[in-house]
């Protein structure tokens, strides 16, 4: 089994930045797609940022131009700078992780979900 461990949530006044790191540890075959998950209460999961082992990021629309998403494969750790941050922005955000157990076969995981809270 892979557990995510994740760091970096907390507190912080629109237009501030923060930085969510996430690593991976256990059982690694092969980490394939990474990213960003985040929910809000009583909103639904959505997803925030992706990224591919070999690159090609991609975004959510509000996201987009405001957060970077990066990662490390050799230390199997995906990050998320966050710049800008709005109100909206507030959620409990997840990273998430695929592993590749062979061709034909994967599974995903989930990290613990820091809150993170704009407001002034």
């Known amino acids: 089994q892979v557990q995510l461990v994740e760091s970096g949530g907390g507190f912080v006044q629109p237009g501030g930045s923060l930085r969510l790191s996430c690593s991976a540890s256990?059982?690694?075959?092969?980490?394939?797609?990474m990213g960003w998950y985040r929910q809000a209460p009583g909103k639904q999961r959505e997803l925030v940022a992706a990224i591919a082992r070999a690159g090609s990021p991609n975004y959510a629309d509000s996201v987009k131009g405001r957060f970077t998403i990066s990662r490390d494969n050799a230390k199997n750790t995906v990050n998320l700078q966050m710049n800008s941050l709005k109100p909206e922005d507030t959620a409990v955000y997840y990273c998430?992780?695929?592993?590749?157990?062979?061709?034909?076969?994967?599974?995903?995981?989930w990290g613990q979900g820091p809150k993170v809270t704009v407001s002034s």
């Open positions: 256990g059982i690694i075959y092969y980490i394939g797609d």
């Open positions: 998430s992780a695929h592993r590749i157990l062979t061709l034909e076969e994967s599974d995903g995981y």
